[in-house]
């Protein structure tokens, strides 16, 4: 295997995720050969942050809740993250000082539904969640979507930046010369993608985008097929990293359209990687990573650099994987 698991303990997992009804591998006879099929339900998520949020998903299924309920209220946590700096109202603000935000939700029968550079709302997932449901479009921006927010009985927020964010930002104002900054360290968004005991698919991605953006700037995130994709006859795919190069690429779309073609879900990460590279010249710059899901529940992870993990999540362990890269030190 060229994943290096780093096995991780949560006290909140074990016994109070085993659903009735699904076996576990221990209890598979070990002389048969183990059919090419994943534990079901499993959820993927970006990052570090990807273990509690993974825990909030699965506590969610455990209780009931759908697929797409378990990828909201996932990433709602990381939403609330305070050490987070690149999700949610916490997040680094743009070159002006302020925070907007960027989210995607979509459901394997292909609902989906967004909001992009919004401001003063604490769930953008949840907001995007309502646009799909309660709207006949797929996305809403800027002050349209507060607009929304505030008819759905959304509180708007404060606008003031977090301590944490505000002395990040006085210090970049200091050197920054008003220049956004393209950097392979500027990342922390939450892409997760799910699929539950019946095959049933689900996605979701939140991120306060670039730091020091330009304002009005949009990130990949909020765009379908870009920073999120998924579709029950296929497969599931998100994204994380900087949104320029994820969108010119159609990233989650490529994926989830290779594996339809016949692509494990780690040769479609690998393909999209590839391709992402190719488009750019200098990638010194340039960190983007890939998460996928195929609907036989095996999964796919790779990015352009090292250092890009995610957590993964089966009713029996929760669990943080340094993925692969292309770069070969
Ligand atoms: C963006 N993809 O707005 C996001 C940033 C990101 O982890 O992934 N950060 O471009």
């Known amino acids: 295997m060229s994943e290096r698991r780093k096995f991780i303990k949560q006290s909140l997992l074990g016994?109070?995720?085993?659903?009735?009804?699904?076996?576990?591998?221990?209890?598979?006879?070990?002389?048969?050969?183990?059919?090419?099929?994943?534990?079901?339900?499993?959820?993927?998520?970006?990052?570090?942050?990807?273990?509690?949020?993974?825990?909030?998903?699965?506590?969610?299924?455990?209780?009931?809740g759908s697929i797409l309920d378990a990828v909201e209220a996932g990433v709602r946590d990381t939403e609330l993250d305070l050490e987070n700096l690149s999700v949610g109202l916490q997040g680094l603000p743009d070159r002006e000082g302020i925070t907007t935000l960027d989210a995607s939700i979509m459901t394997g029968?292909?609902?989906?539904?967004?909001?992009?550079?919004?401001?003063?709302?604490?769930?953008?997932?949840?907001?995007?969640?309502?646009?799909?449901?309660?709207?006949?479009h797929?996305?809403?921006?800027?002050?349209?979507?507060?607009?929304?927010?505030?008819?759905?009985?959304?509180?708007?927020?404060?606008?003031?930046?977090?301590?944490?964010?505000?002395?990040?930002?006085?210090?970049w104002k200091e050197t920054s010369q008003y220049k956004p900054i393209i950097n392979i360290e500027n990342h922390d968004t939450i892409g997760m993608i799910g699929i539950d005991a019946n095959g049933n698919m689900a996605g979701s991605c939140t991120t306060s985008g670039l730091a020091y953006k330009m304002h009005g700037r949009v990130g990949d995130s909020p765009i379908i097929g870009a920073g999120l994709f998924v579709d029950n006859e296929v497969g599931a795919?998100?994204?994380?990293?900087?949104?320029?190069?994820?969108?010119?690429?159609?990233?989650?779309?490529?994926?989830?359209?290779?594996?339809?073609?016949?692509?494990?879900?780690?040769?479609?990460?690998?393909?999209?990687?590839?391709?992402l590279i190719s488009k750019n010249k200098n990638i010194d710059d340039i960190q983007a990573g890939f998460l996928a899901i195929n609907k036989e529940g095996l999964t796919g992870a790779f990015a352009v650099h090292p250092g890009f993990n995610f957590a993964k999540a089966t009713v029996k362990e929760n669990v943080l994987i340094d993925s692969n890269s292309h770069f070969k030190p």
């Open 15 to 64: 016994s109070a995720f085993l659903i009735p009804g699904i076996s576990s591998a221990s209890t598979q006879d070990k002389n048969k050969t183990p059919p090419l099929i994943g534990e079901m339900p499993l959820i993927l998520s970006t990052w570090n942050h990807g273990l509690p949020a993974n825990v909030a998903a699965m506590a969610k299924l455990d209780t009931g």
């Open 109 to 136: 029968d292909g609902n989906c539904g967004s909001v992009a550079f919004v401001r003063q709302i604490k769930h953008p997932i949840s907001l995007a969640r309502r646009v799909m449901e309660n709207t006949p």
């Open 138 to 171: 797929v996305m809403l921006a800027g002050e349209g979507a507060r607009q929304f927010a505030i008819a759905e009985g959304f509180p708007l927020e404060e606008e003031v930046l977090s301590p944490k964010a505000a002395i990040e930002y006085a210090k």
């Open 237 to 275: 795919a998100t994204a994380t990293g900087l949104g320029e190069t994820i969108i010119k690429i159609c990233g989650s779309f490529l994926i989830v359209e290779l594996m339809r073609q016949g692509r494990t879900p780690q040769e479609a990460c690998e393909e999209a990687v590839r391709r």
